[in-house]
């Protein structure tokens, strides 16, 4: 499988070919191709427009970001695609773009999934008939396989997974990125131009060490544009699943993601309770909204989710009549 004409000794940050600093940044130093890549024209990627032709059919594509990992934002993607697919009249796709660390298959249940490639392209892994998903973890050899790659490297297999995968007509496209504001954000930002994006959610603990990487994750999606639906903030408290006591387990020192929200002007899509029930679900690589429907993380992010398609709805609203403020309910 080709991705990327870069060689294997490219320096660690590397621009890529159709960088304008191709070939000139500090980190081409020393590089085989550095005189090749600062004479290359510095035309548009071709793939921006083939990736639009291919996601024509998308009609809302949706990105999960974190700054901070750990903070449940695999859990929030996996379990957002199981909520809008319970509706049988839609067509879910889910794409994990976290290269180094696949962790969706195992929590949508795929692990061991292999992927099949067919005249329109790759053939999406099926968690249900109305639910699909593709991740590097379908092509690595094992589980425990580490995945060693520079950032074009990502970068080219980002662009394949956009441009070959044969997601045919989709309600919503959600995107699992890896925590931080990387090569893998830039590069779906770059591939994604045309097709457009609706919007992101971004996912936090409501610990000040993680609301300080949200924070820089708000300021990445102003700098490049990026539409924030809202914040979700994933385990706010500990709910016992016998008694249905509340205990906080990450006390949010200094007010948590409402006050954060409130402070930064953006909208505050709810919390979730920790429930110990939801971790054994993803290891089972089951759906916790339809193995515990009594827990109240189940209404909490049913709540959050109605958010997200309100949102969602306004644009396709908003488009139609040519307006451009969204509220959510």
């Not at 976290?98 to 999406?124: A, F, K, L, N, Y």
């Not at 890896?178 to 919007?199: C, K, N, R, V």
């Not at 993680?210 to 924030?228: G, H, M, Q, W, Y």
């Not at 002007?265 to 919390?271: A, C, D, Q, R, V």
């Amino acid at each position: 499988m080709k991705m990327s004409n870069i060689p294997e000794n490219a320096p660690s940050h590397c621009p890529g070919t159709n960088s304008e600093q191709a070939g000139q940044s500090e980190a081409c130093a020393g590089c085989p191709n550095q005189s090749i890549c600062s004479s290359l024209p510095k035309a548009q990627d071709p793939a921006i427009e083939e990736i639009r032709l291919k996601l024509s059919c998308v009609k809302h594509k949706i990105l999960v970001l974190s700054g901070k990992g750990g903070v449940g934002k695999s859990t929030f993607t996996a379990h957002l695609a199981h909520a809008l697919a319970m509706d049988e009249n839609r067509q879910i796709g889910v794409l994990d773009v976290d290269i180094c660390g696949p962790s969706m298959p195992r929590i949508m249940g795929t692990e061991g999934e292999t992927v099949h490639q067919s005249g329109s392209g790759w053939s999406p892994v099926y968690v249900r008939e109305n639910l699909s998903m593709m991740s590097i973890g379908f092509l690595l050899g094992s589980p425990d396989e580490a995945v060693i790659w520079r950032g074009a490297k990502k970068s080219g297999l980002i662009k394949q997974f956009l441009r070959d995968v044969d997601w045919d007509k989709l309600d919503f496209l959600l995107v699992d990125t890896p925590p931080g504001t990387s090569d893998e954000h830039l590069a779906l930002i770059q591939f994604l131009s045309g097709a457009g994006i609706d919007g992101v959610v971004i996912v936090t603990t409501p610990q000040e060490v993680a609301l300080c990487d949200v924070r820089k994750e708000i300021s990445f999606c102003r700098k490049t544009n990026l539409p924030i639906i809202g914040i979700v903030e994933n385990m706010s408290d500990f709910v016992c699943p016998k008694c249905q006591k509340s205990s906080v387990i990450f006390p949010p020192t200094t007010g948590g993601a409402l006050k954060m929200s409130e402070n930064l002007g953006e909208k505050f899509l709810g919390s979730l309770p920790l429930d110990p029930r939801i971790a054994k679900c993803c290891d089972e690589g089951k759906s916790f909204i339809e193995e515990v429907p009594d827990s109240p993380a189940v209404a909490a992010f049913q709540s959050i989710v109605e958010k997200i398609i309100n949102y969602c709805n306004s644009l396709v609203l908003n488009a139609e009549t040519g307006e451009s403020v969204i509220e959510l309910a």
